[in-house]
């Protein structure tokens, strides 16, 4: 990591402007929070600044009010929320900039903290308004990054700050970028690739720049129906992506010339319908029938999934094995999960459906990471330079 962090600079009496990523999932009858992992994530930061002597202004954007104020998006019910998970008194402003936040800004003290309203009631946010950042900005004497799942957005809370004051990454920002920065960069090997979820298009990129670093690639999911289909199998009324097909092709040709195998499941979990209560039937990759579609991975796949990452020393996993959100068809997902939670390996899981069901499983605790960034791992892992990142100080 070539970036600054808060580890690098004096936070003492410091007023710091960090920005996070609290978009937690919210009940949508009740507004409840679903899953707090993402606040969680940002305690180290918040923790470490606050016990070095810094009073902090945090902000954060929640869902996608458009630049108008939605009741239901307000940052009130997450500040009480990271009330109950840190010591130190916590205020809300029912603002992001203006005379009433300025003021209660400063007069913060050591130890304090002021929540900002959720960033993107206010058009200027997503715009990357100049002046909306270097109001933003007034509130601190210096910017810290926590937020990995929005920095591949060149938005005013991530890159137009970062012009305008001292910018360094917080400690979850760093551990995202050490981690994922591992795998492309050097992964203790065997390094393999367990990789599902939807649609090929997303992650074609991710893909061919993982296979100029990998030794194993397991290819589950929905994606696996066009690999199937593309080796001239029947796959039923399976997701198919037809203008992938020359793609995954390629994939494995290229696979074969560096000797790097690409292994495709052997027997696979059948739906007669696409719905919670379809009913499951296992069956040879050879033997789909033409009314039925491919929901999980089969058991003869998951032991031969097992034995290659047994042997792995590091595990990059993204995408669930199969329609997780089904019970009948989560055993691929889960029993994945369950065996990289027992691994010796570094193991390292992005995608957002992947870490929502490997926290729904109770297993985020046995991995290495399980990044809190969905769009922003994979743009990563494509070698792209997220502008949050950049924005920020070089080492
Ligand atoms: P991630 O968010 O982890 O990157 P994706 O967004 O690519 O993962 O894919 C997640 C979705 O893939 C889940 O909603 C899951 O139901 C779906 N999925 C997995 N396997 C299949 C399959 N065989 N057929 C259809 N959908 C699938
Ligand atoms: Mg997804």
């Given at each position: 990591?070539?970036?600054?962090t808060i580890?690098?600079i004096?936070?003492?009496?410091?007023?710091a402007?960090?920005?996070?990523?609290?978009?937690?999932?919210?009940?949508?009858?009740?507004?409840?929070?679903?899953?707090?992992?993402?606040?969680?994530?940002t305690?180290?930061?918040?923790?470490?600044?606050?016990?070095?002597?810094?009073?902090?202004?945090?902000?954060?954007?929640?869902?996608?009010?458009?630049g108008?104020?939605?009741?239901r998006?307000?940052?009130?019910?997450?500040s009480?929320?990271?009330?109950?998970?840190i010591?130190g008194s916590?205020?809300?402003?029912?603002e992001c900039?203006?005379?009433?936040v300025?003021?209660?800004?400063?007069?913060?003290?050591?130890?304090?903290m002021?929540?900002?309203?959720?960033l993107?009631?206010n058009?200027?946010?997503?715009s990357?308004?100049?002046?909306?950042?270097?109001?933003?900005?007034?509130?601190?004497?210096?910017?810290?990054n926590?937020a990995?799942?929005?920095?591949?957005?060149?938005h005013?809370?991530?890159?137009?700050?970062?012009?305008?004051?001292?910018?360094?990454?917080?400690?979850?920002m760093?551990?995202?970028?050490?981690?994922?920065?591992?795998a492309?960069?050097?992964?203790?090997?065997?390094?393999?690739?367990l990789l599902?979820?939807?649609?090929?298009?997303?992650?074609?990129?991710?893909?061919?720049?993982?296979?100029?670093r990998?030794?194993v690639?397991l290819?589950?999911?929905?994606?696996?129906?066009?690999?199937?289909?593309?080796?001239?199998?029947?796959?039923?009324?399976?997701?198919?992506?037809?203008?992938?097909?020359?793609?995954?092709?390629?994939?494995?040709a290229?696979?074969?010339?560096?000797?790097?195998?690409?292994?495709?499941?052997?027997?696979?979990?059948?739906?007669?319908?696409?719905?919670?209560?379809?009913?499951?039937?296992?069956?040879?990759?050879?033997?789909?029938?033409?009314?039925?579609?491919?929901?999980?991975?089969?058991?003869?796949?998951?032991d031969?999934f097992?034995?290659?990452?047994k042997k792995?020393?590091?595990?990059?996993?993204?995408?669930?094995m199969?329609?997780?959100?089904?019970?009948?068809?989560?055993?691929?997902?889960?029993r994945?999960?369950?065996?990289?939670?027992?691994?010796?390996?570094?193991?390292?899981?992005?995608?957002?459906?992947t870490?929502?069901?490997?926290?729904g499983?109770?297993?985020?605790?046995?991995?290495?990471?399980?990044?809190?960034?969905?769009?922003?791992?994979?743009?990563?892992?494509?070698?792209k330079?997220?502008p949050?990142?950049?924005?920020?100080m070089?080492?």
């Amino acid at each position: 990591m070539n970036k600054k962090t808060i580890r690098d600079i004096d936070v003492e009496g410091k007023r710091a402007l960090v920005r996070v990523d609290f978009n937690v999932p919210l009940d949508p009858d009740t507004g409840a929070i679903l899953d707090d992992s993402r606040i969680k994530a940002t305690l180290p930061t918040l923790t470490y600044l606050l016990d070095h002597g810094a009073s902090l202004v945090i902000c954060s954007h929640i869902g996608r009010p458009k630049g108008r104020v939605v009741e239901r998006l307000r940052m009130a019910p997450i500040s009480q929320h990271l009330a109950s998970c840190i010591a130190g008194s916590i205020s809300t402003a029912p603002e992001c900039v203006g005379d009433m936040v300025t003021t209660a800004a400063s007069r913060l003290r050591p130890g304090e903290m002021l929540m900002l309203e959720n960033l993107r009631f206010n058009p200027g946010e997503e715009s990357n308004d100049p002046e909306f950042a270097r109001c933003l900005a007034s509130l601190g004497d210096i910017f810290v990054n926590d937020a990995f799942g929005t920095a591949h957005r060149a938005h005013a809370s991530t890159v137009g700050v970062a012009r305008c004051l001292p910018a360094v990454a917080g400690l979850l920002m760093e551990k995202e970028l050490e981690f994922l920065g591992m795998a492309l960069e050097n992964p203790r090997r065997p390094f393999t690739a367990l990789l599902g979820g939807a649609k090929i298009s997303d992650k074609m990129a991710v893909l061919e720049r993982l296979l100029e670093r990998l030794d194993v690639l397991l290819i589950g999911g929905g994606m696996a129906g066009t690999f199937l289909k593309a080796k001239g199998l029947e796959i039923g009324g399976s997701l198919l992506e037809e203008e992938s097909l020359e793609f995954v092709s390629k994939i494995m040709a290229t696979g074969s010339d560096r000797g790097i195998p690409v292994v495709l499941p052997v027997d696979v979990v059948v739906g007669d319908s696409f719905d919670a209560d379809a009913t499951p039937e296992i069956h040879g990759v050879g033997d789909v029938p033409e009314d039925g579609q491919i929901m999980d991975i089969g058991p003869e796949t998951i032991d031969l999934f097992e034995e290659h990452l047994k042997k792995s020393e590091t595990v990059f996993w993204n995408g669930p094995m199969g329609v997780y959100e089904f019970p009948a068809f989560a055993q691929g997902t889960r029993r994945m999960a369950q065996v990289l939670a027992r691994l010796e390996a570094t193991t390292v899981v992005g995608g957002g459906s992947t870490a929502d069901a490997v926290i729904g499983l109770g297993l985020a605790g046995e991995m290495d990471h399980v990044s809190t960034g969905g769009g922003a791992s994979l743009e990563f892992l494509e070698g792209k330079i997220l502008p949050g990142v950049a924005a920020l100080m070089d080492r």
